[in-house]
């Protein structure tokens, strides 16, 4: 029999309001301590079939009754763990559309056990490489059999889903992944005016007062029936506001929730680097033939490759193709890009596309670093130093603490000595006086044992390196 866990000796997070159970965390296994008053409902909702359902259907991250056993808890559940976490401001449009599709997916089969999603936001969904899987078991309940055809989460997934999708279809490209980096960034307000114009025709007051009425609605239409009594039992009007939710709680369902997302099916932002590599065929390439044999033959211990400005992901692709790689994260600070990279690797198990700008980052306050959560065998920087160096004053220091922060292993990065030559070499742009092949190699050297460094290309400078210890 295995040693009982002690609950105060095992990491958790730091803050939670999910009543069913608390997660903790023991080496590699994910776990939840099932609070007593729910492991009757808990044990039902596997008895009957539906966690298996989630699971077959690749809804919910595979989840079991663990062997694992914690004090104070008669019931344990494990979760397989998701090896490169990840956060909604790092998907794409098609990313956060598909996440959306994936949570309406998953409360349809709960309801058909007579469960509901509850807590319904992106942060509950995480991306397991190609597909997203809905990982809070707290956010499953028991339907409210007076509440009709309503969903208690519509409010939640009608702010964390259809209000970004909604400004990316109306090409406010920053707004959209704003939402999730500061919470009520954009507030539902804010959004009611700019989707119903007329609001605001008649002045400020008119307006304020047509989303309060609106806003109320919605509120007491997806409440449990439950939650209302709890509240409002001993007021006088209680039996009117019992009959006004009744009369408008079926406005608010699952089926209206996938309308509303089915209407915002297509981004509208623009970006400068979506096409720059609609013309690039690495079989072809003798560069990218060059980089991907040093793969094979100097870092043949390496498994995983992390692709920073990635674009439309096509060399990593080639990559895992012809390579012992067998799993590459895929980066770009290009929205459009990326979702390129996503929609060619849509629910494969080898690559995890991200928006990420990596001499940049965003992270919200209450979210591990992406070093902390994401780290490859390999690291690949090409064609992009120079632009970074020379056009937007980032240091070259700075950008090798960034590579040397997210491998474990090796470097791969170029160089490019004509600096932001464009194929004219009778036309070469100017470049700083310091800008050479050997500052570059003794900044490089500071950082990285050398394994090492010779001309792929012109203006194409390729260094591959060792973290140093």
């Excluded at 089969?109 to 509950?124: I, P, Q, R, T």
């Excluded at 989303?211 to 939650?227: D, E, G, I, P």
């Excluded at 072809?284 to 033959?297: G, M, N, Q, W, Y």
Aim: aromatic share 14%; net charge neutral.
């Amino acid at each position: 029999m295995k040693e009982e866990l002690k609950a105060q000796d095992l990491a958790t997070i730091e803050f939670s309001i999910d009543k069913v159970c608390t997660l903790y965390f023991y080496g590699d296994q994910v776990l939840r301590g099932i609070h007593s008053e729910y492991v009757a409902q808990v044990t039902e909702m596997f008895d009957s079939g539906m966690i298996q359902e989630l699971v077959d259907k690749q809804l919910f991250v595979k989840t079991w009754i663990s062997e694992t056993k914690i004090e104070g808890y008669e019931l344990v559940i494990e979760h397989e763990r998701i090896e490169y976490w990840n956060y909604p401001y790092e998907w794409s449009f098609t990313m956060l559309h598909r996440a959306a599709n994936l949570v309406l997916d998953t409360n349809e089969v709960a309801n058909s056990y007579g469960y509901e999603l509850f807590d319904v936001h992106a942060f509950n969904v995480v991306y397991d490489m190609g597909r997203p899987k809905y990982v809070d078991f707290g956010s499953l309940f028991k339907r409210d059999p007076k509440n009709g055809k309503s969903w208690s989460g519509y409010l939640n997934f009608y702010n964390s889903f259809y209000m970004p999708l909604y400004l990316y279809n109306k090409g406010f490209s920053d707004l959209s992944n704003s939402i999730f980096l500061y919470n009520g960034f954009f507030s539902d307000q804010d959004l009611f005016q700019l989707r119903h114009k007329y609001a605001s025709f008649f002045g400020r007051k008119l307006s304020n007062l047509l989303f309060k009425v609106h806003n109320n609605t919605r509120r007491l239409s997806v409440a449990r029936h439950s939650r209302v009594i709890d509240k409002y039992g001993g007021h006088k009007h209680i039996e009117k506001l019992l009959r006004f939710k009744k009369l408008y709680q079926n406005n608010f369902t699952t089926n209206k929730a996938r309308k509303l997302i089915n209407r915002v099916n297509k981004s509208r932002i623009d970006s400068y680097w979506k096409d720059y590599h609609n013309d690039k065929n690495p079989s072809s390439d003798a560069r990218f033939l060059r980089i991907t044999e040093v793969i094979k033959t100097e870092l043949k211990d390496a498994s995983s490759l992390i692709e920073l400005a990635s674009n439309q992901g096509k060399f990593a692709n080639f990559v895992l193709e012809s390579t012992q790689i067998n799993k590459i994260i895929a980066t770009d600070y290009d929205k459009n890009a990326l979702d390129r990279i996503f929609l060619n690797n849509e629910n494969r198990d080898d690559v995890l596309p991200l928006v990420y700008d990596f001499v940049r980052p965003n992270n919200r306050s209450n979210t591990l670093k992406i070093d902390q959560r994401i780290n490859g065998d390999i690291v690949m920087a090409l064609a992009v130093t120079h632009h970074l160096i020379l056009t937007q004053d980032v240091s070259l220091d700075h950008i090798f603490n960034v590579l040397a922060s997210l491998t474990k292993k090796y470097i791969i990065v170029e160089f490019m000595p004509l600096g932001l030559y464009f194929g004219d070499m009778d036309n070469i742009p100017a470049f700083p006086e310091y800008y050479t092949l050997e500052w570059f190699r003794e900044a490089f050297s500071k950082r990285f044992s050398h394994i090492l460094d010779e001309e792929v290309a012109i203006n194409r400078h390729l260094f591959v390196g060792k973290l140093k210890e």
